[in-house]
Structures are given as C-alpha cells and as structure tokens.
C-alpha cells in the first residue's frame, strides 16, 4: 500500500527563519511527487511536480527536492504569507492513471 | 484562469437525506475529480471521472455516486446521507493526464445532523 507521511505536523517559524518540510513516501515504483499549498477554507493550489530522484524545483521562497525515499520543502527567509498548510501527494507507477496518495499535510505558521 | 465553481460553500442535511453536491469547470477540461478533506487523514479521492458518462471509482466510494452528463459539471451524490459523512468536499478538474495541473474548488463543508 503506498503511504505518505509529512513532518511536522505543525511548524511555527519567525518571519525570515529559514526551514525544511519532509515527506517521506512509500510507492511500488513513483511516478511523480506533488506539492501543493492550502490556505484555510480554500482548496489545495498546486506548486511543483517532481519525478525523479536529484531533481529540484524553485518557486520565489519555496524550493522543492526529491530523493528515492523523501522529498523536502524548503523555504527560506519566510514571510507571514507563506503561512498555509502545504500538503505533499504521491502518484504511483503501478496506480490507476489519475489516482494520488496525500498525505496529512504539515500547517506552518511564520510568526512577523 | 482556471475556473472550478462548487454549488455551496456550507451545506447542513439531516441522516436519510439525498444530497447533491455539484462541480463546475470552465476550461474544457476532460478530468474531474471528487475528494473528502479530514483533520488527520488528509485528502482522499472519493470518485473521478475521465470522460462524459464515465467513471471510476477512488479509494472511498462506498455510500457515494457521481453522475457527469456534461463535459463541464460533476456531480456527487450521497444517497441516503449518514454523520458519517460530515465533512469538507472537493472537487478538481485536470487537462486529460496533466496530474501536474489539477486545479481545486473552494471546497464544500458538509454536515450531517
């Protein structure tokens, strides 16, 4: 069974405090890793896609990185609008074409 | 801009209820996608729909259908509606395949009585 598991569950950083989110995977075979950011009462937006293991993504403060086992969210120099939960998902090689795994998500909050 | 309407933001039904829960996107997109949002168990698909009149079943399809008659709506149905099923629900249209590009609705909170 594929599996997610994002750490933390919850981050409080000070505005400008640099920092990591993990998401650690289990798949039969990754066909793609996804992160996306959630503000609340609004649905998941995306960020980045990524697909094989050394690959990087970067997006104003967040930049994305993929290994065989895990992949991280860092963020640097955080501002008070990065606040969000940002949800990692999974979309298996041996998984039906449209099918992604989620996992529980990690809510920062970047304190000014 | 990509646009994914739900029909309500919040909605209150009582045990028994048949609830209708709808999805509009406005870019042609042939994918769509129903999920259950829970504090704890993060997002899980439900139902999705690759084409007019076809679907698939998600993880969690049990106590629920979808009808999609048009390219541009889909529609997910609890037919006799339990406490259980008291939660946020989202639904995402995709260009055919682009997992990469899934844009969601604002999202539905449903709560059974």
């Known amino acids: 069974e594929d599996q997610v598991t994002q750490s933390p569950e919850a981050l409080r950083l000070q505005e400008g405090e640099s920092s990591s989110l993990n998401c650690s995977y289990t798949?039969?075979?990754?066909?793609?890793l996804f992160w996306y950011r959630q503000d609340p009462g609004k649905g998941p937006e995306f960020l980045f896609t990524?697909?094989?293991a050394g690959e990087e993504k970067e997006k104003e403060r967040l930049k994305a990185t993929l290994t065989k086992k895990e992949s991280f969210l860092h963020i640097t120099a955080p501002k008070p609008e990065d606040s969000a939960t940002y949800l990692c998902?999974?979309?298996?090689?041996?998984?039906?074409?449209?099918?992604?795994?989620f996992g529980k998500g990690t809510k920062l909050s970047v304190i000014p | 801009d990509v646009k994914v309407t739900q029909s309500s933001r919040y909605l209150v039904k009582r045990t028994g209820e048949k609830v209708f829960l709808e999805c509009v996107q406005d870019?042609?997109?042939?994918?769509m996608f129903w999920y259950r949002q829970d504090p704890g168990l993060g997002l899980r698909l439900i139902y999705f729909?690759?084409?007019?009149?076809?679907?698939e079943k998600g993880d969690i399809p049990e106590g629920y259908s979808v009808s999609r008659e048009k390219k541009e709506r889909f529609s997910l149905i609890l037919e006799s509606a339990s406490t259980n099923q008291t939660s946020m629900y989202l639904c995402?249209?995709?260009?055919?395949?682009?997992?990469?590009?899934?844009?969601f609705g604002p999202g539905t909170r449903l709560t059974v009585l």
């Open positions: 998902a999974v979309q298996a090689s041996g998984a039906g074409s449209y099918q992604l795994t």
């Open positions: 798949v039969s075979g990754l066909r793609g």
């Open positions: 990524l697909y094989s």
């Open positions: 870019m042609d997109h042939e994918n």
């Open positions: 729909s690759y084409d007019v009149k076809m679907k």
């Open positions: 995402a249209s995709i260009l055919s395949g682009r997992l990469d590009e899934q844009f």
